[in-house]
């Protein structure tokens, strides 16, 4: 614990954001469905945060340089929690869109500033408990959160005031307990065509993961409430998709770093599409046979996107690594612009069950692309890549390297 206690506070800091972002996804799609908003409405307003977050993922380097972490975060979390508390203000979708815009930036660069700070305290000694007590912190803020909803109610501003109170309170831990001030974190290369031309297989990958998971954050829970579950159940139904996300994850990837891990793509993939299609088609609107459903669907889609970028750092010779990062992850930040304004166009026009077919034909088109990839191009040896799978959570490109072990020579 030695190790660890001075992560402490930057640790309770991501668990804040990350409960109060979680929390802030699926609370908007029901109270706007409340609000009479169309599904539609509801996934341009989603679209808008990731198009503020990809933004944020691109310039947060250079403000983080230029002003420092302490001067970033405070700004940032200023702004996330003004326009969160402003939502409760004004009902009005244009409205709604402008500042969960203004939120995905906040919250992005919050996120890189959080784990830039971590990866420059984190030591060789404590990097994989660190890891460990993150993904922890993750998984369990984001799952406690989804239960506020229905012990509070949809109605009212008291939701948008806990985020808000989430969003000042991460000041806290790092303004009383840290006294570090971290150096400017180094720049990271940006350059989309740089990164195609080391893996198209990883891009079309985690553009698949985009458009379908963020679909599944912003608009599962009006499927879920569309198919007459109520508020308590919804929460269920979506901590069940989050929590699923991490039973394969290691197994998962532990048979990719022995195999073609193109292969274990494939079957991901594969996997993907049945429980989608299982959803669509078998479960109807039992709820047991949803929350199995989702649980089975996020165990198969979650993974994707850790597997998809190991995939493209095998391809990517040394010091490209955080390039492809970064570059991956504005890609995925491009499909989730996307895929919930599709999802919601599908929902409102064609009902429930077309949510999750929007998904397996997503995931079926990317498992043609990766049987085409695997016949103009030979798999990277186990023995002569550079670095293992490693579960990424989609924050920011200083996760991967907080993640990134000591990068090893290979002949290409």
Same mark, same amino acid.
């Given at each position: 614990?030695?190790?660890?206690?001075?992560?402490?506070?930057?640790?309770?800091?991501?668990?804040?954001?990350?409960?109060?972002?979680?929390?802030?996804?699926?609370?908007?799609?029901?109270?706007?469905?409340?609000?009479?908003?169309?599904?539609?409405?509801?996934?341009?307003?989603?679209?808008?945060?990731?198009?503020?977050?990809? +933004?944020?993922? @691109?310039?947060?380097?250079?403000? !983080?340089?230029?002003? #420092?972490? =302490?001067?970033?975060?405070?700004? $940032? &979390? /200023?702004?996330?929690?003004?326009?969160?508390?402003?939502?409760?203000?004004?009902?009005?979708?244009?409205?709604?869109?402008?500042?969960?815009?203004?939120?995905?930036?906040?919250?992005?660069?919050?996120?890189?500033?959080?784990?830039?700070?971590?990866?420059?305290?984190?030591?060789?000694?404590?990097?994989?408990?660190?890891?460990?007590?993150?993904?922890?912190?993750?998984?369990?803020?984001?799952?406690?959160?989804?239960?506020?909803?229905?012990?509070?109610?949809?109605?009212?501003?008291?939701?948008?005031?806990?985020?808000?109170?989430?969003?000042?309170?991460?000041?806290?831990?790092?303004?009383?307990?840290?006294?570090?001030?971290?150096?400017?974190?180094?720049?990271?290369?940006?350059? +989309?065509?740089? @990164?195609?031309?080391?893996?198209? !297989?990883?891009?079309? #990958?985690? =553009?698949?993961?985009?458009?379908? $998971? &963020? /679909?599944?954050?912003?608009?599962?829970?009006?499927?879920?409430?569309?198919?007459?579950?109520?508020?308590?159940?919804?929460?269920?139904?979506?901590?069940?998709?989050?929590?699923?996300?991490?039973?394969?994850?290691?197994?998962?990837?532990?048979?990719?770093?022995?195999?073609?891990?193109?292969?274990?793509?494939?079957?991901?993939?594969?996997?993907?599409?049945?429980?989608?299609?299982?959803?669509?088609?078998?479960?109807?609107?039992?709820?047991?046979?949803?929350?199995?459903?989702?649980?089975?669907?996020?165990?198969?889609?979650?993974?994707?996107?850790?597997?998809?970028?190991?995939?493209?750092?095998?391809?990517?010779?040394?010091?490209?690594?955080?390039?492809?990062?970064?570059?991956? +992850?504005?890609?995925?930040?491009?499909?989730?612009?996307?895929?919930?304004?599709?999802?919601?166009?599908?929902?409102?026009?064609?009902?429930?069950?077309?949510?999750?077919?929007?998904?397996?034909?997503?995931?079926?088109?990317?498992?043609?692309?990766?049987?085409?990839?695997?016949?103009?191009?030979?798999?990277?040896?186990?023995?002569?890549?550079?670095?293992?799978?490693?579960?990424?959570?989609?924050?920011?490109?200083?996760?991967?390297?907080?993640?990134?072990?000591?990068?090893?020579?290979?002949?290409?």
């Amino acid at each position: 614990m030695s190790h660890i206690r001075p992560l402490i506070p930057l640790l309770v800091t991501a668990g804040i954001l990350i409960g109060g972002n979680g929390l802030q996804g699926t609370f908007i799609a029901l109270r706007g469905t409340h609000e009479g908003f169309s599904p539609s409405i509801i996934g341009m307003i989603g679209a808008g945060y990731s198009v503020g977050f990809a +933004l944020g993922c @691109v310039y947060v380097t250079r403000l !983080l340089r230029q002003i #420092g972490h =302490i001067r970033t975060f405070s700004a $940032m &979390a /200023a702004i996330g929690a003004s326009c969160s508390l402003a939502m409760s203000l004004v009902i009005d979708p244009t409205f709604w869109f402008a500042m969960r815009f203004l939120i995905g930036i906040a919250v992005a660069s919050l996120f890189a500033t959080v784990e830039s700070w971590i990866n420059a305290k984190v030591t060789n000694a404590n990097r994989a408990r660190t890891l460990s007590i993150y993904r922890f912190v993750d998984l369990g803020s984001v799952t406690v959160a989804q239960y506020l909803i229905p012990g509070i109610g949809i109605e009212g501003p008291i939701i948008f005031a806990i985020i808000t109170i989430a969003m000042t309170l991460s000041l806290v831990p790092i303004s009383l307990a840290d006294k570090s001030s971290p150096s400017p974190p180094e720049f990271i290369a940006f350059d +989309l065509r740089a @990164v195609w031309r080391i893996s198209p !297989l990883a891009v079309v #990958g985690v =553009i698949a993961v985009g458009l379908s $998971m &963020a /679909a599944f954050r912003n608009i599962g829970p009006i499927y879920a409430e569309e198919i007459g579950m109520s508020i308590t159940s919804i929460a269920t139904f979506m901590s069940a998709g989050i929590i699923g996300g991490v039973v394969l994850q290691y197994p998962l990837g532990a048979y990719s770093d022995r195999l073609d891990r193109r292969k274990v793509i494939l079957w991901t993939a594969v996997g993907s599409v049945v429980t989608g299609a299982y959803l669509s088609f078998g479960a109807g609107t039992n709820e047991t046979a949803n929350i199995i459903g989702v649980f089975l669907f996020g165990a198969f889609s979650m993974p994707l996107y850790s597997l998809c970028s190991a995939h493209g750092n095998d391809h990517a010779r040394m010091g490209e690594h955080a390039l492809v990062s970064a570059g991956l +992850l504005f890609f995925w930040s491009a499909g989730a612009t996307v895929g919930p304004l599709l999802a919601s166009i599908l929902l409102e026009y064609y009902g429930p069950r077309a949510f999750f077919l929007y998904t397996s034909v997503i995931f079926a088109a990317f498992i043609l692309f990766t049987i085409r990839r695997m016949g103009v191009r030979d798999p990277v040896p186990p023995e002569k890549r550079r670095s293992r799978f490693r579960a990424l959570l989609r924050t920011s490109a200083y996760f991967n390297k907080l993640a990134a072990p000591v990068e090893k020579e290979r002949k290409d």
